[in-house]
């Protein structure tokens, strides 16, 4: 079975696709560091719609969703944007976790998902 790699890189692919199956590296807000969760999540989600996009499925496809949070304080905004975000009917399956720290200081919410093709 082939193995397909999106934006590979020196460490690591945004993406691999093997079989029915997209795995995402997790998404930093790269255009939106050190902003708002909210503004951070809406940058997160917006490559994610562009990544999955690129690998031939959409965000109604979501199998499995985790999403780290610096503090969960910040639970109800990162929330906000995903729920307005997300394909009702077609929610995935979801972890929410606090980590202290990310990849980096100005990053503030993570999300990495797995969908199917």
Not at 21 to 31: D, F, I, P, R, S
């Amino acid at each position: 079975m082939t193995i397909r790699r999106i934006d590979v890189g020196a460490r690591m692919s945004q993406a691999v696709i093997h079989g029915d199956t997209v795995y995402l590296a997790g998404q930093v807000a790269l255009e939106a560091p050190g902003k708002s969760v909210r503004e951070q999540t809406e940058d997160i989600l917006a490559r994610i719609d562009l990544l999955l996009a690129e690998a031939g499925t959409d965000k109604s496809k979501i199998l499995t969703t985790t999403i780290w949070l610096c503090s969960m304080d910040d639970f109800a905004e990162m929330n906000a944007v995903w729920d307005a975000w997300v394909t009702p009917g077609s929610t995935p399956a979801r972890a929410c976790v606090e980590s202290p720290r990310l990849a980096a200081p100005q990053f503030t919410v993570e999300i990495g998902i797995i969908a199917a093709l």
